[in-house]
Nanobody
Framework: QVQLVESGGGLVQAGGSLRLSCAAS????????MGWFRQAPGKEREFVAAIKWSGGSTYGVDSVKGRFTISRDNAKNTVYLQMNSLKPEDTAVYYCAADRRPYYNGNDYSPVAMDYWGKGTLVTVSS
């Protein structure tokens, strides 16, 4: 029903930048929040950022605040995560996900709230 495809991951040195993209298809993209999550080996999946259908955004992991920015382009059915000043602790597989709640305008995001997931893109930050 919904397909999400992430891209933009790779290897970068500490202090560098990457922009992740998530292309969506199969649903009314404009009416749902979209989120980014990440998971490091042996760790729980954690909420990084979400952008609401109305355009507002919220961030989860404290360490990314001020460094990461989420945005969306509804005309392209694409959501982005701009990551600046990357640190080795940012190393993880980053997943794009679509909210299961249409027109949700709150700030409660967790993996169980998301309906569809991409396969992930690996970000590796070297020292």
């Amino acid at each position: 029903q919904v397909q999400l495809v992430e891209s933009g991951g790779g290897l970068v040195q500490a202090g560098g930048s990457l922009r992740l993209s998530c292309a969506a298809s199969g649903r009314s993209f404009n009416n749902y929040a979209m989120g980014w999550f990440r998971q490091a080996p042996g760790k729980e999946r954690e909420f990084v950022a979400a952008i609401k259908w109305s355009g507002g955004s919220t961030y989860g992991v404290d360490s990314v605040k001020g460094r990461f920015t989420i945005s969306r382009d509804n005309a392209k059915n694409t959501v982005y995560l701009q990551m600046n000043s990357l640190k080795p602790e940012d190393t993880a597989v980053y997943y794009c996900a679509a909210d299961r709640r249409p027109y949700y305008n709150g700030n409660d995001y967790s993996p169980v709230a998301m309906d569809y997931w991409g396969k992930g893109t690996l970000v590796t930050v070297s020292s």
